[in-house]
């Protein structure tokens, strides 16, 4: 019966969706806007209707309600009940049905909000809104099905993916989940603005909070998806170039460059198309990665299995991005822009080639992912990319993109003096070359590690006079060091926040770099007793013990003593994980953590023989914890970005329109 009530609301909200798209259309068209209210309001609906699912699949997972084929493949009797509840998105069924809550969330509160000043946008946003809608939950009514009954109940179920039971990957999947429909918001009104005709920059001011919301889950789903290939996978690293990390790691990319360029559209009305396009790339790469997660089409360690559908990722990206296209090409005559670039050495021209750099890493890592596809279809074999081959091809459109971070912000707007620059950078640029001088000393060789430490102390530098400059100007009028700083924020929060972000950029980067240039690695077998030494670390293998956990679960964990120059700093307890009903085993690492390092211990294999023999695959990773810390300071700057400013709402509120003929 749950089950039934569980379908049936979903297929009501499938029916609301369809209603509302219709209805918008309709009250547009017939300039009704009792239609368009009533397409507003039963975009509202889906969201309860949605939420009634959910909320039903999660009591039978509660309940242990095996009759149900989702319950039954993810969840099991001893499971514990946080698991049971998040088992909700840990299969293809019930993660779309979560996809759609989520998705059904963003759009009823974009539309419960009061657009009393953008009437004329409200019924195409709300028609495309429901496109997207429509898609994902006909998905789960007519192909997964999230209840689906067994003609044979069984007495347990298989428990949940190994891989998900740990506390990032509870939090990994919603967090991009969050992300990736909260892109749907502004490629709504941007639709709407084309198909309307009001191609000004309204629907960016509406929508700048949608799209930095979106853009930072995305990013919180991205660094969190990297601790937990930290803390699970056992690569040794937070990034291993899989198939589905990029899948993520692709919109992402294709916001960051539109949230770059709308200012310039803001400024001075430049890049309407070229924003235009970018806010369509990263929709159509929001499907795309869905796509590459849920279809199996490219192998990866945590992506679904094969599945039907697909093909129908396929064919929605396909519908959608000709639609796009077609209302792009339709609208070229009026997005095109009056005024021009007037200087290469410019504000707006930095914002360019932040953009190029951004894209051309999109390019790359767009075609490396699908390599395997692209190969297959010309030799009928599948070839894939590794690792090195992306940070060789990356490394340097990375590095430029840092040293562009830093040097943009001494720009103006229009046209700025080469030589004004060339003053402003002289000063970090020798501090920087300092601080290299002081790593050579240290012992730290090679062209490539001391070029990216120079590269990204010199952006550290000039990112931090910023603040130092705003904060310097406001304490001349008076006010003291803490005032000037709180004031500056609260005053400047975008331009502000954008630093922070920058910040929290370069600090990343300094990790990055200690990682992927200065990280060791061994792997070695030993017996009780015996010591295995890297760096300036040593460690000793003490023995290991084998015992049951909770659920299905067999634990064996080592224990080893780790000693710094001879010096005993802690003990680590690597261990292996099997879940013997699925017979799937995990390597879960122990490491011991400084601000400088990690000394990171995998335990691969133990032979509980008289000789008690253990393999362990060992990594020094400099910096590592430089990664997580960017992170912080990251999602820090996006929230001051992203606090509301009454004093801009007043400003959208008060501004004339200038609007094209929906018919032109």
């Not at 084309?194 to 929508?207: A, E, M, P, R």
Request: some cysteine; proline content about 5%.
């Amino acid at each position: 019966m749950i089950p039934d009530l569980g379908f049936i609301a979903l297929i009501f909200a499938l029916a609301a969706a369809v209603f509302a798209a219709g209805a918008a259309y309709y009250g547009r068209h017939t300039n009704k806007p009792r239609w368009t209210e009533s397409a507003r309001n039963a975009t509202i609906a889906t969201l309860p209707l949605i939420t009634i699912a959910c909320g039903l699949l999660i009591f039978s997972l509660l309940i242990d309600d095996f009759s149900v084929e989702y319950v039954w493949r993810v969840s099991s009797i001893e499971m514990p009940t946080y698991l049971k509840v998040t088992a909700l998105w840990g299969g293809q069924a019930g993660s779309l049905l979560f996809w759609n809550f989520l998705l059904a969330a963003f759009t009823a509160s974009a539309m419960a909000r009061n657009w009393s000043k953008q009437q004329e946008l409200m019924p195409y946003a709300i028609m495309v809104a429901s496109f997207t809608q429509i898609f994902f939950i006909a998905i789960s009514v007519f192909v997964e099905n999230p209840f689906t009954r067994i003609a044979v109940i069984p007495p347990d179920g298989n428990g949940l993916n190994p891989l998900l039971r740990h506390p990032g990957m509870i939090i990994h999947p919603p967090m991009l989940y969050l992300g990736f429909v909260g892109f749907t918001i502004p490629y709504a009104f941007a639709m709407s603005a084309l198909i309307s005709g009001k191609l000004d920059d309204v629907w960016i001011k509406i929508t700048r909070r949608w799209t930095l919301v979106a853009w930072l889950f995305l990013s919180l789903g991205l660094i969190l998806g990297g601790r937990w290939a930290y803390d699970v996978l056992g690569w040794g690293g937070y990034w291993a170039w899989d198939p589905v990390e990029n899948a993520s790691f692709m919109p992402w990319l294709a916001g960051t460059a539109f949230l770059h360029s709308v200012m310039i559209q803001e400024k001075r009305s430049m890049f309407k198309i070229w924003n235009m396009f970018l806010i369509v790339l990263t929709y159509c790469l929001v499907i795309f990665g869905t796509f590459i997660v849920r279809s199996g089409v490219i192998s990866s360690v945590h992506s679904f299995a094969q599945s039907a559908i697909g093909p129908l990722f396929f064919g929605f990206i396909a519908i959608m991005f000709v639609f796009s296209a077609y209302w792009m090409l339709n609208r070229r005559e009026a997005l095109r822009s009056n005024n021009r670039l007037n200087s290469l050495i410019s504000r707006e021209a930095a914002f360019l080639y932040n953009n190029f750099l951004i894209l051309a890493i999109l390019v790359i890592v767009f075609l490396f992912t699908n390599y395997p596809i692209i190969s297959e279809l010309f030799t009928g074999e599948k070839g894939f990319v590794g690792p090195p081959v992306y940070e060789q091809a990356l490394g340097p459109l990375f590095l430029l993109l840092v040293l562009l971070m830093g040097v943009a912000p001494l720009t103006m707007w229009y046209r700025s003096s080469a030589q004004r620059i060339g003053m402003s950078l002289r000063w970090p640029a020798l501090a920087a070359l300092l601080v290299v001088v002081v790593l050579f000393a240290l012992n730290i060789r090679g062209w490539g590690a001391l070029l990216g430490f120079w590269v990204v102390t010199f952006s550290m530098f000039l990112t931090l006079l910023e603040f130092w400059k705003g904060t310097r100007a406001r304490m001349k009028r008076g006010e003291n060091p803490f005032a000037a700083f709180s004031n500056l924020m609260a005053r400047n929060r975008r331009r502000y926040g954008g630093y922070w972000i920058h910040l929290g950029v370069i600090v990343m980067a300094f990790g990055i770099i200690g990682v992927e240039i200065f990280q060791e690695q061994t792997q070695i077998r030993l017996s009780v007793g015996e010591s295995a030494t890297l760096g300036r670390y040593e460690m000793t293998f003490l023995g290991a013990t084998r015992y049951p956990g909770p659920d299905d679960l067999l634990i064996t964990e080592a224990t080893v003593d780790v000693y710094e120059n001879g010096r005993f700093v802690g003990q680590l307890n690597p261990r292996t994980e099997l879940y013997t009903r699925t017979n799937q085993p995990m390597t879960i690492p122990n490491a011991r953590s400084t601000i400088a390092e990690d000394f990171y211990v995998l335990m691969i294999n133990w032979e509980p023989t008289s000789a008690d023999q253990a393999t362990f695959r060992i990594y020094l990773n400099p910096l590592i914890n430089w990664v997580w810390a960017g992170g912080f300071i990251f999602v820090f700057g996006t929230l001051i970005a992203a606090w509301p400013d009454p004093s801009a709402q007043r400003a959208l509120a008060r501004r004339p329109r200038v609007a094209v003929s929906p018919t032109d």
